[in-house]
């Protein structure tokens, strides 16, 4: 196993949306819960194995979930959201190959942090926004047990930001 710590930490994204879903079961939370479990697929796989589909899998599910967001922040249904997420996804990882790839990443999240705090209760905004930017910081260093916990601080931040635009 090529990274264990972040191999294993990639299943916090299915376990954050599987508890959001546990509790308010909706259709956006089952479409925020399909969309996480692919992520927690691709994460799991890209740091287990690297090659070029695990990482492929892993870039347009990170893409995936952030569209998914972005577009229930505009009220669209939970199905529209995850057909429009996995199609951001699938574009933007197999057709434009777009670099650096988490440059629409930042922004599909910005769009959806702005309907947070515009139309969703504030905590929620800045919960997302917090464990987000922590996550980031440690994101940039770089060793196993930080991108772990990166893990762990973004599927927090982004299950907040799920309750936020909902």
């Known amino acids: 196993m090529r990274q264990p710590i972040s191999t294993f930490t990639a299943l ?10 546990a509790v308010e079961p909706s259709t956006e ?3 925020f819960l399909v969309a996480m479990l692919v992520l927690g ?3 799991f796989a890209f740091h287990s194995n690297w090659n070029t589909v695990s990482s ?3 870039r347009a599910s990170i893409h995936g ?3 998914l967001l972005a577009v229930l922040a505009v009220g669209a249904p939970g199905w529209v959201a995850l057909a429009t997420g996995t199609t951001a996804g699938g574009v933007l ?5 777009l670099e650096p790839y988490y440059h629409a990443v930042g922004i599909f999240i910005a769009l959806a942090l ?3 705090f515009v139309s969703g209760p504030l905590w929620a905004g800045g919960a997302a926004f917090s464990f987000l930017g922590a996550g980031f910081v440690f994101w940039q260093r770089g060793d196993d047990w930080s991108h772990g916990l990166w893990h762990v601080l973004t ?3 982004l299950s907040f930001l799920f309750l936020g635009v909902v």
């Open 12 to 21: 916090a994204y299915p376990l954050a949306a599987g508890t959001i879903y």
């Open 29 to 31: 939370a089952l479409a």
């Open 41 to 43: 697929i691709g994460t």
């Open 56 to 58: 492929s899998l892993d």
């Open 65 to 67: 979930v952030t569209a």
């Open 93 to 97: 990882e197999y057709r434009l190959k």
């Open 114 to 116: 702005i309907g947070a």
């Open 155 to 157: 599927a927090t931040g």
